[in-house]
C-alpha cells in the first residue's frame, strides 16, 4: 500500500514495468507481465520481473492481489479499491464502488487496533460467462 515512496530507486527496468501495469485492466500475473517486458528487454529473466513487481509493490506504485499460496496478481493502481473475481473465466475485474472507511473506524473501535486498510473481494461469475 502506499506511504513508502521514496526508499528506492526507479530503474529503467521497473520504470518499464510499471507502465505495463498502468496500462492495462487486467490485474495481470507475474507470467504475463514477464512476456510483457521481453519485447522491451529481451534479456531479462523472470526472476528479475519476480524481484522488481515485488520492490514495487514495496514501494506502493503497485498492488499485489494475493489469490492462495499458487499465484498472485498485480495491480498497476495501489489505490485501495474493489475487485470481482470471476469464478469461471478467472477474470478480475476493478469495481466502482467507493471504499468504506466506516468499517476501518468501526473495527478500530471494536478493538483498539490501528487499521492501514482492509481488503474486499467479490467472487461470482461475470456478465460474458453468465451468458455463455
Ligand atoms: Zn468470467
Ligand atoms: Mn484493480
New binding site residues.
Given amino acids: 500500500m502506499n506511504g513508502k515512496k521514496g526508499f528506492i530507486r526507479m530503474t529503467k527496468q521497473r520504470k518499464v514495468i510499471l507502465d505495463i501495469l498502468r496500462n492495462t485492466k487486467s490485474h495481470p500475473t507475474a507470467d504475463w507481465v514477464y512476456e510483457k517486458v521481453k519485447q522491451k528487454i529481451p534479456n531479462i529473466s523472470l526472476g528479475t520481473v519476480y524481484r522488481n513487481l515485488n520492490i514495487l509493490n514495496d514501494m506502493g506504485e503497485i498492488m499485489e492481489l494475493n489469490y492462495g499460496s499458487a499465484y498472485s496478481r498485480f495491480d498497476g493502481n495501489p489505490e485501495n479499491h474493489y475487485h470481482f473475481v470471476?469464478?469461471?473465466?478467472?477474470?478480475v475485474f476493478d469495481l466502482d464502488e467507493q471504499v468504506n472507511k466506516e468499517i476501518d473506524k468501526r473495527i478500530e473501535e471494536k478493538t483498539g487496533f490501528s487499521v492501514k486498510y482492509h481488503r474486499l473481494e467479490f467472487y461470482g461469475?461475470?456478465?460474458?460467462?453468465?451468458e455463455e
Fill in positions: 470471476c469464478e469461471n473465466c478467472g477474470r461469475i461475470c456478465s460474458e460467462c453468465r
